[in-house]
């Protein structure tokens, strides 16, 4: 048995397949990708790992098979899933994900070929594991699959709260050891409605007397989410990096697979080295990140912008720089993913009965509406363009211009330096 001291969960006992796991190299690489991507440029603390994380994933799946009582080959799988849930990630976390999936077609829960190749492969069938079975598990599959994948999920209960104690942040902060304890499994069909009763095997639910603890899961995902995952800051470093990351690949004989497989240090030094991302890398490095030249709200965003697939995007902002007067590479053109809640429909038990909690809790309707109001569509640009290409922006996105420009500026706070 291995014990390892963790900064969340205090001490994690690891044994069986995880600990021969735990120093494969495909697991060790997650030492060296963070977890939070470029939030450490706001947060200088949040430089916690993918690896850190998965001891935390693995460390809650256990309690929750201890509560269930599933011990045996079935508790191996699911911890062994736990353990390597992440290893598919790419550099910067989720940054690059949907870049390297249009030219592979994987998404960092596609693992197959990783866990059945390699030493994570042998260790699996050391244990009598099947590496495919067990990727079905990262992948949320069969009713195992949802304490891995799924609403109610350890990662998501590790990642917050490990998340809000390595940012000073405390909104992530929730009761780790009663969501374990109170999980249950459920009939398929309990609390779906008519168009969902086709629902196969049991579903995984909060027990009796547990609405609230369901809805702090949605709260604390819910504050986190301006603050943390989509501050302005953050997410002008993710795309400049996204964009530095489509330029190596096109520049270079760098392919998608072998993108994904890099980790962070990896990454940066490739950009580094690329006479094309050069001046990108170099911003990165020196925290000399371009600006908000449009910050608008989800209702103000006509729907063909919202609608934009990857090649439109690249044909707005072609048209953008073109109107501004300024070279392509100096626009960014930045549109969140439709805002989503799926923690919602997380089951929980009342009087007896299985309910969505979205059916249960008037909370969900309220964190909805906040939800689509913290979206926000974002162009940017170096800061002696920012006025030109926000006008530029708003004419071709059909966006008005005296709103949003003075908008961006209100959106940008100038009394500490990380958050400028």
Not at 70 to 75: N, P
Not at 161 to 170: C, E, I, L, N, S
Not at 365 to 393: C, I, K
Request: glycine fraction near 8%; hydrophobic fraction near 40%; aromatic fraction near 4%.
């Amino acid at each position: 048995m291995i014990t390892v001291k963790d900064t969340v969960h205090d001490h994690i006992e690891i044994d069986g397949v995880a600990a021969a796991l735990l120093d494969t190299p495909a697991v060790q690489r997650l030492r060296h990708v963070k977890q939070l991507g470029t939030v450490q440029l706001v947060y200088p603390s949040a430089n916690h790992t993918r690896f850190e994380h998965s001891l935390g994933v693995y460390h809650l799946a256990s309690r929750a098979l201890d509560h269930l009582g599933i011990g045996g080959k079935q508790a191996d799988r699911i911890e062994a899933a736990a353990m390597l849930h992440d290893v598919g990630h790419g550099p910067f976390s989720h940054n690059l994900e949907a870049l390297t999936h249009r030219r592979t077609g994987k998404y960092h829960d596609d693992v197959d070929e990783l866990l059945a190749t390699g030493e994570v492969g042998a260790v699996l069938r050391e244990y009598d594991l099947d590496p495919d079975r067990i990727a079905g598990l990262v992948a949320g599959e069969g009713t195992y699959g949802q304490l891995v994948s799924g609403e109610l999920d350890v990662d998501r209960m590790d990642y917050l709260v490990r998340d809000a104690y390595h940012t000073g942040v405390p909104y992530g902060t929730i009761d780790t050891e009663r969501f374990v304890r109170e999980l249950t499994f459920v009939d398929g069909d309990a609390g779906d409605g008519p168009a969902e009763s086709t629902t196969q095997g049991p579903r995984l639910a909060l027990d009796e007397g547990n609405v609230q603890t369901a809805e702090s899961l949605l709260l604390a995902r819910a504050l986190m989410n301006p603050v943390v995952y989509t501050h302005h800051v953050a997410r002008i470093s993710k795309a400049m990096l996204r964009r530095a990351a489509s330029e190596l690949l096109d520049a270079t004989a760098t392919t998608a697979p072998a993108l994904r497989r890099m980790d962070d240090h990896d990454f940066l030094a490739a950009i580094r080295a690329c006479p094309e991302t050069a001046e990108l890398s170099r911003r990165y490095d020196e925290r000399d990140l371009y600006k908000l030249a449009v910050w608008a709200e989800y209702g103000d965003v006509p729907d063909r912008v919202h609608e934009a697939d990857h090649t439109t995007a690249v044909g707005l902002e072609r048209e953008i720089a073109e109107e501004a007067g300024v070279d392509r590479e100096h626009v960014i053109l930045d549109v969140p993913s439709e805002p989503s809640m799926r923690e919602s429909t997380a089951r929980v038990t009342v009087n007896g009965e299985v309910r969505r909690l979205e059916r249960q809790s008037p909370l969900v309707s309220a964190l909805r509406t906040a939800q689509r109001n913290q979206w926000r569509l974002g162009v940017y640009a170096p800061a002696p363009a920012t006025d030109r290409v926000g006008r530029a922006a708003a004419d071709v996105l059909g966006l008005n211009p005296d709103a949003l420009v003075s908008e961006a500026r209100k959106a940008m706070p100038t009394t500490l330096d990380e958050f400028e």
